[in-house]
């Protein structure tokens, strides 16, 4: 037997852990039941989300996502805020391997009370992973966690969308000589509002310095519209260095977002372009439930391959089924 989906919202309102990691799980349930509870959970909630600082942290494997978090999320508790790291890896197998999988290098992080650390969603799921996040992510707030930082290694289309539903998106990097983008991924430092070139810290401390104005000159390249432009610095995760200088960046964003209403249009936009993608993704479930379509699709495509209609008047045929 399945367990009941009942979600008691006032414990998770009063910010019950237990409580919190139900809803989450009724959230990433596909079960059509489930999904309707979930909705129905996210409606009466949403009055009290919105009031969290949204993180978005990238950056190739090994660059130290999860020592600057666990860094990072013990700086804020100390400060006396509540964390939740979430995370999408849409590369995680349904088995449950999965970034923040294992929690061992956010060991202490994970032992604080403030703190709330969830893996990523298992991949396949009806509407991907990141769909999944975004609505934990509401939960989070509502529970009344006042930072949530979403991490993603990064993979396909994963950075656009975690950079969607953010406030704040930072690219970690590491110090690196090379006068090229090492591995940054064309249209990321479009993308982001600060790259943080990590593991400043010993004998790399003079070569992140380097690193800093390199991309510091490339970042002047860019062109913005916005009242932010981008900002490049450096920290030590593993020493705890600059971390506070890093949130200290993160809060100043957000107190002249909120003053000039940046951050209300982007979130806005952030919304209104969600809506769009469900959308899509309602339509393409209904084409593909829908059984004359089923039905008729492989002779459509026969004609269309074989040159004897036009891709235009299938796709009409398929859309005047619905
Ligand atoms: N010297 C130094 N080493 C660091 C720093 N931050 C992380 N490391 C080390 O770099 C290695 C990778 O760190 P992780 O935090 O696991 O990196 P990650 O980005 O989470 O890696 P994936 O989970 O594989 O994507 C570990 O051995 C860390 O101890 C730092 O600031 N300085
Ligand atoms: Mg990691």
């Given at each position: 037997?399945?367990?009941?989906?009942?979600?008691?919202?006032?414990?998770?309102?009063?910010?019950?852990?237990?409580?919190?990691?139900?809803?989450i799980t009724l959230i990433e349930s596909t079960r059509d039941d489930h999904q309707q509870a979930a909705?129905?959970?996210?409606?009466?909630?949403?009055?009290?989300?919105?009031?969290?600082?949204?993180?978005?942290?990238?950056?190739?494997?090994?660059?130290?996502?999860?020592?600057?978090?666990?860094?990072?999320?013990?700086?804020?508790?100390?400060?006396?805020?509540?964390?939740?790291?979430?995370?999408?890896?849409?590369?995680?197998?349904?088995?449950?391997?999965?970034?923040?999988?294992?929690?061992?290098?956010?060991?202490?992080?994970?032992?604080?009370?403030?703190?709330?650390?969830?893996?990523?969603?298992?991949?396949?799921?009806?509407?991907?992973?990141?769909?999944?996040?975004?609505?934990?992510?509401?939960?989070?707030?509502?529970?009344?966690?006042?930072?949530?930082?979403?991490?993603?290694?990064?993979?396909?289309?994963?950075?656009?969308?975690?950079?969607?539903?953010?406030?704040?998106?930072?690219?970690?990097?590491?110090?690196?000589?090379?006068?090229?983008?090492?591995?940054?991924?064309?249209?990321?430092?479009?993308?982001?509002d600060a790259l943080v070139i990590n593991k400043a810290d010993g004998e790399s401390s003079n070569l992140?310095?380097?690193?800093?104005?390199?991309?510091?000159?490339?970042?002047?390249?860019?062109?913005?519209?916005?009242?932010?432009?981008?900002?490049?610095?450096?920290?030590?995760?593993?020493?705890?260095?600059?971390?506070?200088?890093?949130w200290g960046m993160i809060s100043d964003y957000r107190a002249e977002a909120e003053r000039n209403g940046?951050?209300?249009?982007?979130?806005?936009?952030?919304?209104?372009?969600?809506?769009?993608?469900?959308?899509?993704?309602?339509?393409?479930?209904?084409?593909?439930?829908?059984?004359?379509?089923?039905?008729?699709?492989?002779?459509?495509?026969?004609?269309?391959?074989?040159?004897?209609?036009?891709?235009?008047?299938?796709?009409?045929?398929?859309?005047?089924?619905?």
């Open positions: 037997m399945a367990t009941s989906p009942a979600v008691d919202v006032t414990r998770l309102l009063a910010g019950e852990r237990r409580t919190l990691a139900k809803a909705q129905g959970l996210l409606e009466s909630v949403l009055p009290h989300t919105g009031r969290s600082v949204r993180i978005g942290i990238t950056g190739i494997p090994g660059v130290g996502k999860s020592t600057f978090i666990e860094s990072f999320g013990l700086h804020l508790v100390k400060l006396g805020k509540k964390v939740a790291v979430l995370a999408v890896d849409p590369s995680s197998p349904i088995s449950g391997g999965s970034i923040l999988g294992d929690k061992t290098r956010m060991e202490l992080l994970s032992r604080e009370p403030h703190a709330f650390i969830r893996p990523s969603p298992s991949a396949g799921t009806l509407g991907g992973v990141a769909h999944k996040t975004r609505e934990t992510m509401l939960l989070c707030e509502a529970a009344g966690y006042d930072v949530v930082i979403v991490e993603t290694v990064g993979v396909g289309q994963s950075e656009y969308e975690v950079a969607s539903m953010v406030d704040f998106f930072l690219v970690l990097m590491l110090p690196n000589a090379g006068d090229e983008l090492q591995g940054i991924k064309k249209g990321i430092l479009e993308l982001a992140a310095e380097r690193t800093r104005g390199h991309y510091q000159s490339a970042v002047n390249l860019l062109h913005y519209t916005t009242f932010w432009t981008p900002r490049v610095m450096t920290c030590s995760a593993l020493k705890h260095e600059r971390i506070d200088a890093v940046f951050l209300a249009e982007k979130r806005a936009q952030q919304n209104t372009d969600w809506m769009k993608k469900l959308l899509h993704e309602m339509l393409e479930l209904r084409l593909s439930q829908n059984p004359q379509i089923r039905k008729l699709m492989p002779e459509l495509e026969r004609q269309v391959t074989a040159g004897s209609m036009t891709p235009y008047a299938a796709a009409r045929q398929v859309v005047s089924l619905l």
